[in-house]
């Protein structure tokens, strides 16, 4: 064998992006041979390693749950005894699972079991005969029952501008209190039975970091904002432990069809630990499941809860076999960009229509943390040991994170992993800060493409040099700011590759009405290999799993995926067609089978 291997750059062209790799003939990376019979051997494949050279090989051998080799296919024939489970990938690619860095699992897997719009754009009839039509099936939960409807895609209600209320749902046939959550995460609609339930009247205030939607009279109009869902979401029946396990379970199952072996629930309660603690115990996690439990605005002592919950729940370091972390705290800064709602926190005010002309209002958003308390607040969590997580989506919630950021690392701090979550709108003085403070952008990859939340709901009202720097996936990473995958699912859909493809071409599904427009803000692509790095190794980074997970090299766990087509080379469209075949968590098999043909 060659003592230093032979390495030659080949260029996988795709559309307008060529992404540079580099094939490697020889031995494992790290020069050695482990001579131990293989569990599982990955032959005759194309291997994208994601390592610091983006290496591409042949082969990769999986001893214990951990990679034992990565070389070409007769520099593994060593590793194969009369046990090994021999896969000849007859040129398929192998790539590490992805890393999703934010979303949500309970709410996902609950909307997979519930009552599911499926992001559609409805018409107010649509809407109402897919609800009625769940009603209907469930007649027998009359007349107490909720109705809990997921995945309604506010923002793209047809025809264009359509807006719902109260008197909408209070339309259908039932005596059932009705709540509808939208796609963004941010909006519940209730009918008059619910608002009811929850206790609210025109006489109600608005909660702190939240809205109550009203009509023109003060009535409540059934739309609630932000905080103001706690107001209903209290009144809702508990759910039993056996609930919220099958739900974790449910969510896991749709996380492995996509290859996503390591997530981080950006929004974590006790419940949602008990269930995958649960699941861990009885060797049931097909995933690395991370959890940031959230730090209320009002809370006199940020890191108590914290504390607990790590000392219940948190199972140590990374293990071969799937557990529990417990080391993120997530904090809402403001709320979302789209009108109506338009709360996310803005330098300069939304713009307004008027005298057939767009200028500035007097709307700026909500900003629900001071900037003191922010940098305190941030500063005692990661004295606690803990990795702050801020939702922050307008250009001056996104400033404060990064000054609470700037503060932490001029205390001498260099240990903390802080994430600005969304950062939809970035000044462009603040790009370059992600990399010089080391701080990591969990962006939604879903968003950056022509869509009524976006070139309807929003860019009217920041006008065009605002616009040229929403969703700045190319500005971040041109300015060496490390980017991670943050699905938001259920807000965005599950389809971590539709996700993938659009940070790439910045374009709107093939068929959509939409996709006319083009590429929305080319100069914002990302290419190819920044975005599946920003999927794999920057999510494992921001995880602390980057030295066991995230690229496949000798020694680090066996956390891997079988592709349907190689990512790297097949047209930019087809990306979003990708179909995982193989999971591999640990060296465990869990979605898919070895048997590929």
Same mark, same amino acid.
């Given at each position: 064998?060659?003592?230093?291997?032979?390495?030659?750059?080949?260029?996988?062209?795709?559309?307008?992006?060529?992404?540079?790799?580099?094939?490697?003939?020889?031995? /494992?990376p790290?020069g050695?041979?482990?001579?131990r019979?293989?569990?599982?051997?990955?032959?005759?494949?194309?291997?994208?390693t994601v390592?610091d050279?983006?290496s591409?090989h042949q082969?990769?051998?999986?001893t214990?749950?951990r990679?034992?080799?990565?070389g070409?296919?007769?520099?593994v024939?060593?590793h194969?005894?009369k046990?090994?489970k021999v896969v000849?990938l007859?040129?398929? $690619?192998?790539?590490?699972?992805?890393h999703?860095?934010?979303?949500?699992p309970m709410?996902g897997?609950q909307g997979?079991?519930?009552?599911?719009?499926n992001?559609?754009?409805l018409?107010v009839k649509?809407?109402?005969?897919?609800v009625?039509a769940y009603?209907d099936?469930?007649?027998?939960?009359?007349?107490?029952?909720?109705v809990q409807?997921?995945?309604w895609?506010?923002?793209?209600?047809?025809p264009a501008g359509? &807006? +719902?209320t109260?008197?909408?749902?209070?339309?259908?046939?039932t005596?059932?209190?009705? $709540?509808?959550?939208?796609?963004?995460?941010?909006t519940?609609?209730?009918? /008059?039975?619910?608002l009811?339930?929850?206790?609210?009247?025109a &006489?109600?205030?608005?909660? /702190?970091?939240? @809205?109550?939607?009203?009509?023109?009279?003060?009535?409540p109009?059934?739309?609630l904002e932000?905080?103001? !869902?706690?107001l209903?979401k209290?009144?809702?029946?508990?759910p039993?432990?056996? !609930?919220?396990?099958?739900?974790a379970?449910r969510?896991?199952?749709?996380l492995?069809?996509q290859?996503?072996t390591?997530?981080m629930?950006?929004?974590?309660?006790?419940n949602a630990?008990?269930?995958?603690?649960t +699941?861990?115990e009885?060797?049931?996690?097909?995933?690395r499941?991370?959890?940031?439990?959230?730090v209320?605005v009002?809370?006199? !002592?940020?890191?108590?809860e914290?504390?607990?919950l790590? @000392?219940?729940?948190?199972?140590?370091?990374?293990?071969t076999?799937?557990?529990?972390?417990?080391?993120n705290?997530?904090?809402?800064l403001?709320?979302v960009?789209?009108?109506?709602?338009?709360t996310?926190?803005?330098?300069?005010?939304?713009?307004?229509?008027?005298?057939?002309?767009?200028?500035h209002?007097?709307?700026?958003?909500?900003?629900?943390?001071?900037?003191e308390?922010?940098?305190n607040?941030?500063?005692k969590l990661?004295k606690?040991?803990?990795d702050?997580?801020?939702?922050?989506i307008g250009?001056?919630?996104?400033?404060?994170a990064l !000054?609470?950021?700037?503060?932490?690392?001029?205390?001498?701090?260099?240990?903390t992993r802080?994430?600005v979550?969304?950062?939809?709108?970035?000044?462009p003085?603040?790009?370059?800060r992600?990399?010089?403070l080391n701080?990591?952008?969990a $962006?939604?990859?879903?968003w950056?493409k022509?869509?009524?939340?976006?070139v309807?709901?929003?860019?009217?009202?920041l006008?065009s040099?605002?616009?040229?720097?929403?969703?700045?996936?190319?500005?971040?990473?041109?300015?060496?700011?490390?980017?991670t995958?943050? /699905?938001?699912?259920p807000?965005?859909?599950l389809?971590?590759?539709t996700?993938?493809k659009t940070?790439?071409?910045r374009t709107?599904?093939?068929?959509s009405?939409?996709?006319?427009?083009?590429? $929305?803000?080319p100069?914002?692509r990302?290419?190819?290999?920044?975005?599946?790095r920003?999927?794999?190794?920057?999510?494992?980074?921001?995880? @602390?799993?980057e030295k066991?997970t995230?690229? +496949?090299? &000798?020694g680090k766990l066996?956390?891997?995926?079988?592709?349907?087509?190689n990512?790297l080379?097949?047209?930019?469209?087809?990306?979003?067609r990708?179909k995982? +075949?193989?999971?591999?968590?640990g060296g465990?098999?869990v979605?898919?089978s070895?048997?590929?043909?």
């Amino acid at each position: 064998m060659e003592s230093s291997p032979r390495r030659r750059t080949v260029l996988a062209a795709a559309g307008a992006t060529a992404v540079a790799v580099t094939v490697t003939e020889g031995c /494992s990376p790290s020069g050695e041979e482990d001579d131990r019979p293989a569990d599982l051997v990955l032959k005759n494949g194309y291997v994208y390693t994601v390592d610091d050279q983006d290496s591409v090989h042949q082969a990769l051998a999986v001893t214990g749950g951990r990679i034992a080799y990565v070389g070409n296919t007769k520099g593994v024939a060593p590793h194969i005894g009369k046990d090994t489970k021999v896969v000849d990938l007859k040129g398929r $690619m192998v790539m590490p699972g992805l890393h999703d860095g934010h979303l949500h699992p309970m709410e996902g897997g609950q909307g997979l079991l519930g009552c599911d719009l499926n992001y559609e754009p409805l018409t107010v009839k649509q809407f109402q005969d897919r609800v009625q039509a769940y009603i209907d099936k469930t007649k027998d939960a009359e007349p107490d029952a909720w109705v809990q409807v997921n995945h309604w895609y506010a923002q793209a209600m047809r025809p264009a501008g359509t &807006k +719902l209320t109260k008197a909408d749902l209070d339309k259908l046939d039932t005596e059932r209190p009705v $709540m509808v959550q939208s796609t963004d995460g941010h909006t519940l609609l209730l009918n /008059s039975r619910a608002l009811e339930i929850a206790g609210i009247t025109a &006489k109600t205030e608005d909660p /702190s970091g939240g @809205r109550i939607g009203r009509d023109e009279d003060g009535e409540p109009n059934g739309l609630l904002e932000d905080g103001a !869902d706690k107001l209903v979401k209290s009144k809702l029946p508990e759910p039993t432990a056996k !609930d919220h396990v099958r739900v974790a379970r449910r969510a896991l199952t749709a996380l492995a069809e996509q290859g996503v072996t390591t997530f981080m629930d950006a929004l974590a309660d006790e419940n949602a630990l008990r269930a995958f603690t649960t +699941l861990a115990e009885q060797g049931e996690l097909t995933a690395r499941p991370h959890f940031a439990p959230v730090v209320e605005v009002s809370a006199a !002592d940020p890191v108590k809860e914290l504390r607990r919950l790590r @000392r219940r729940y948190h199972a140590g370091r990374t293990k071969t076999r799937p557990t529990v972390a417990v080391h993120n705290a997530k904090l809402f800064l403001d709320g979302v960009l789209q009108y109506p709602a338009q709360t996310a926190a803005l330098l300069e005010p939304y713009l307004v229509h008027k005298h057939n002309d767009w200028v500035h209002g007097n709307k700026k958003g909500e900003h629900y943390w001071e900037p003191e308390k922010l940098n305190n607040t941030v500063h005692k969590l990661a004295k606690a040991g803990f990795d702050p997580h801020i939702h922050a989506i307008g250009d001056r919630a996104v400033r404060t994170a990064l !000054d609470a950021f700037a503060h932490l690392r001029e205390q001498g701090d260099r240990d903390t992993r802080p994430t600005v979550a969304h950062a939809e709108l970035v000044n462009p003085k603040d790009v370059p800060r992600f990399g010089r403070l080391n701080v990591c952008a969990a $962006m939604g990859f879903h968003w950056p493409k022509p869509a009524p939340d976006s070139v309807d709901s929003v860019k009217p009202y920041l006008g065009s040099k605002r616009w040229s720097h929403y969703e700045p996936e190319g500005d971040i990473n041109h300015h060496h700011g490390r980017i991670t995958l943050g /699905s938001d699912w259920p807000v965005d859909p599950l389809d971590e590759w539709t996700a993938i493809k659009t940070v790439i071409t910045r374009t709107a599904t093939p068929g959509s009405p939409y996709a006319k427009q083009g590429p $929305m803000t080319p100069h914002q692509r990302l290419p190819r290999a920044a975005a599946l790095r920003a999927a794999t190794l920057n999510g494992a980074y921001q995880l @602390r799993q980057e030295k066991t997970t995230g690229s +496949l090299e &000798k020694g680090k766990l066996a956390d891997l995926i079988v592709l349907d087509r190689n990512v790297l080379k097949v047209p930019d469209e087809e990306i979003a067609r990708t179909k995982v +075949l193989l999971t591999v968590v640990g060296g465990k098999v869990v979605h898919g089978s070895t048997t590929l043909d």
